[in-house]
């Protein structure tokens, strides 16, 4: 029966200049899950209280629809926060 060749193994003796070393980000501080969990806490209590009165609270009734931009804008920036997180 026929020997195969063996392959020849490719020399890395040194990497190559082009390629760049990565470096590691380090981890994010603590406060920052708190951060997060907070923001979506808020947005989600605040759409709550707004649908539950209907927008019977002082200070609420005077904002009318926008209470709901802010509840979700509060939920979009928990979202914003927790996409830098590591």
């Known amino acids: 029966m026929p020997v195969s060749r063996r392959r020849k ?3 890395t003796s040194a990497p190559p200049q082009t390629a760049q070393v990565r470096k590691r980000k ?4 603590p406060w920052m899950g ?6 979506f806490l808020i947005g989600i209590a605040w759409l709550l209280v707004y ?5 019977d609270i002082p200070g609420m009734d005077s904002l ?10 509060f939920v979009v920036a928990g979202l914003g926060v927790s996409t830098q997180w590591r």
């Open 26 to 29: 380090p981890p994010s501080p």
């Open 64 to 73: 009318g629809a926008w209470n709901i931009l802010i509840g979700f804008g």
């Open 51 to 55: 649908y539950f009165s209907n927008g």
């Open 34 to 39: 708190a951060l997060i969990l907070t923001l």
């Open 9 to 11: 193994k490719k020399s």
